[in-house]
């Protein structure tokens, strides 16, 4: 059992924390910057005595996953954009069938095949999906090597709770770095599954896991039920940080790992004196609208901050519409470019003297 | 005095609503599997997959668990559930558009590993559920809705014989071609397709059975003419008989 804190790799980290949190079936085909994942566990799992399978496909390994989720196991894959774009079907056909199951994403700079650096262009990908119908994929978006642990064991628990795929969406920055960390016990509770896995029809009727359905009632209820559970997750299964959000005049939001540097640069601002606080959803899909639309009530602006062309940015503004008029302004970098410390703070001044100080002037992006 | 002379078996459903139509084989097939079943003794320890096309109401009848794949990809599916619950029996039931089209990749490679699973594929040259296109099956000259004057070699190629590809599989332990045109044919039928059960419940591999099957609707015949067509120019094609046996070389 592992408690003391180690220098640890976000990928090495996940797949440790799948191992601790009882996952059983693996299935994967290996993509830059994610391969970690699946070496690891090509070795770890069969030690353990569970399973690991070099699907052909990211098409294939969807579809394992399918099946080996509609047996009740705690099944994962693990993949980078490009080749999670192949799971999409399968991830509509899981969500459809309410299996449980964790599909880990670790970005690179898109579109196409980009290149392996950090990105968060699968935003879109991740929690607007590209799989037909109604359905979300539950998201939850570390921005540590620790919180890519913390995180993985609550994938598994939401993903086992509600019957539901659920997505850790991290990025190459994370996946690839090193910091301390500790993988600890897997903090949550089993949940059992019996009542509805596949086992064999011993003793009781056959059980069938299906997405089809041809009763157009049975079938629009059906979707309701789901988009319920999805209310559910959010009120009880949310997780936030916001950071000297009280009083702060113009707040910035970002996710994952270039949350973390905007919140260095948030400390810079204070230090000068600016009244600026950061707002970041760890859960991000069902997307926390409330609580976004909570803080534009207070604040004279927003500065959304992302590694892409401003995705999150939509499901921001979404949220205030209606709610507060007030400025939302955003600093992007697509295609695997990280920002500095340094260059957020500008942002972040730029942002400031515009909408607070009401000096206007032309804002370089 | 009253004799039992034929049974529904277990693993049919009570309640059983058969959805395909007049004079096709598949119900033939599906009671076939169900028979073997309930013979082998399996029908409580055993998981299904569903494929997509006319065998995706395979919960209407089959009185077994059942779980649904996506177009092509059954044998993904099927990987997944062996591979997590080793002890299960888990086949599935395909069509040849969904086995050998779109998921020619999904069933090579589930094979290459040698699941210890079991494969039964309905090939009936066409795309039944749809409305009777051509598929990889497809014979030539063979006139279909997306082959009006026929199938031509130049614009859409060959037919794709899969029990000759998939027997060259390391990772296979039966393979077989059969008929259900005839009662000798259907008896034949079930022989095999018990060795393909046989294969995964001996942990030889995966155990295959392509059915050469009518659709009389798409093909505009009467079943009388669509079994003629199976043993005349379906049978020259695709050879029916015993591609590879693991399994009696076990024994």
Redesign the interface.
Known sequence: MKKEKELLKGNYAIAQAAIQAGC??Y?GYPITPQSEIGEYLSEKMPENGR?F?A???E???I?????????G?K?MTSSSSCAVALMQ??LS?IAG?EIPCVLVSVMRGGPGLGYIYPSQGDYYQATKGGGNGDYKIVTFAPSSVQECVDLTYKCFYVSQKYRTPVCLLADGMLGQMMEPAVVGEYPYEEIDQSSWA??????RE???????EREQETLRKRVVKIFEKYNQILENENLFEKYEIDGAKLVITAFGSIARIAKAAVKMARKKGLKVGLFRPIMLNPFPEKIVAEIAQKVDGILDIELNCGQMLQDIKASIAGVASIPVEFFGRPAGMMMTVEEIYEQIEIAYKKIVEKKYGTACI | MEQLVYKKPDSI?DDFRITFCPGCDHGVAVKLVAEVLDELGV?????G??SVGCS??S?DF?????????HG?SL??????????PD??VFTYQGDGDLASIGI??TI?AMT?GEKVTAICINNTTYGMTGGQAGPTTLIGQVTTTTTKGRKVEISGYPLKVAEVLKEIDGTAFVARVTLDSPQAIMNAKKCIKKAFEAQLKGLGTGFVEILATCPTNWKMTPQQAHARVRGEMSEVFRPGIYKDKVSEAK
């Open positions: 059983q079936s299935f399973v399978v699907a052909e496909s098409v294939a390994a579809n394992m996953l399918l099946g080996a989720g509609s047996t196991v099944a079907e399968g056909f069938d596949l086992d064999g029809a011993k003793d056959p059980r069938y896991i299906a997405s089809i | 459903r029908r409580e320890n055993t998981i997959i569903a995706v109401f919960y089959f009185n077994i668990d059942i779980v649904e794949a996506p990809r993904a599916v099927a990987t997944g559930v062996k591979r997590s619950k299960k029996v990749g999904e490679h590993r």
